[in-house]
């Protein structure tokens, strides 16, 4: 297996993207490959700062690297020899099983779009991410790709986001909601209505219905149905919120004395980080979009996500689902 990392994505670059790519070929098994991709010279001058640096780690010199003043639509035109266009090339071309990147997100997306093209029966591709419930995590799709959604997207989306529980989530049978502001069959304004009568009767999805906010947080369900506008904006609260409680907790607890609280479980379940990547699903590919501000574990476990994504066949099974 080998993964594509754009080691030009984050503000600080290349250095979370190599000690990040480290960190995860010392937990994966030696099947294993990663390819740096981006300006060769900076790269190598930062993994001389790591000793043993692996065999199964490899670079792909691409001089360009895409910056927020570019546009999204125009970087495969313009930027050919950008790092994300190269390494999503590379996996168009057979070189690589998948691709990760913390660089612009509307530049990954587009590009991902033109290289690998939807799937059979995907009409508008969607980004998942996970958010941290009472119980297990949960799968939010669209967190921000698709502003204007029709019914049949939503519907798209809920076969992606099943596929994509089972396969990297282990859920046997995930649960999907439709994000709606009740949970009656009537609640909502046409989009939802109109969703929810069709995934009621859609088959291979475990539609549970309408949920709520607060259902979120309790962990209804497995998977959460919206537009990207809806989810855009739950996703941002949900993080800003996340981080204050996390800060309110390190300001309560300054002081305390060691070993009397442990909470530390409790920052790994607020620490975007510890999620890795978002996914681009309903591609003929892999495709892990990262936060630009992501650190070295979060880069790992984005690593760790493709990886789970390619042994798990997640590409093929999402043709085959669409098409039932």
Do not use: W
Request: proline share 5%.
């Amino acid at each position: 297996m080998r993964i594509v990392l754009d080691a030009m994505g984050t503000d600080a670059a290349p250095s979370p993207e190599v000690e990040g790519a480290l960190m995860a070929l010392r937990d994966a098994g030696e099947e294993v490959e990663i390819v740096l991709v981006g300006d060769e010279s900076v790269i190598r001058a930062e993994m001389a700062k790591h000793a043993d640096v692996p065999t199964r780690l490899h670079l792909r010199h691409a001089p360009d690297r895409v910056t927020a003043a570019d546009s999204p639509a125009t970087v495969v035109r313009r930027k050919p020899e950008s790092s994300i266009v190269v390494g999503l090339r590379m996996q168009k071309d057979g070189e690589a099983d998948a691709f990760v990147s913390a660089g612009s997100t509307g530049a990954v997306m587009a590009a991902s779009l033109f290289t690998l093209r939807p799937l059979p029966g995907v009409e508008r591709p969607p980004v998942g991410t996970l958010l941290p419930t009472a119980r297990d995590l949960c799968l939010l799709l669209d967190a921000g790709a698709n502003i204007d959604c029709k019914p049949q997207h939503l519907v798209q989306f809920a076969h992606l986001g099943s596929v994509y529980a089972k396969d990297t989530m282990e859920r046997e049978n995930p649960r999907v909601g439709l994000l709606n502001i009740g949970e009656e069959p009537g609640k909502g304004n046409d989009l939802t209505i109109e969703t929810f009568e069709l995934l009621s009767a859609a088959q291979g999805i475990n539609f549970i219905g309408n949920i709520e906010g607060r259902d979120i947080v309790e962990g209804q369900c497995d998977v959460i149905v919206c537009d990207g506008f809806v989810g855009n904006v739950l996703l941002k609260f949900y993080e800003s919120v996340a981080g204050y409680i996390v800060n309110l907790l390190r300001s309560e607890l300054d002081g305390v004395e060691d070993g009397l609280v442990d909470l530390e479980h409790v920052f790994r379940v607020l620490d975007y980080a510890e999620y890795g990547g978002a996914p681009l699903l309903g591609l003929g590919g892999v495709s892990i979009i990262c936060h630009g501000e992501s650190p070295p574990k979060a880069i790992r476990n984005a690593l760790s996500v493709a990886a789970r994504a390619v042994r798990s066949d997640l590409v093929k099974h999402s043709a085959e689902d669409l098409q039932l």
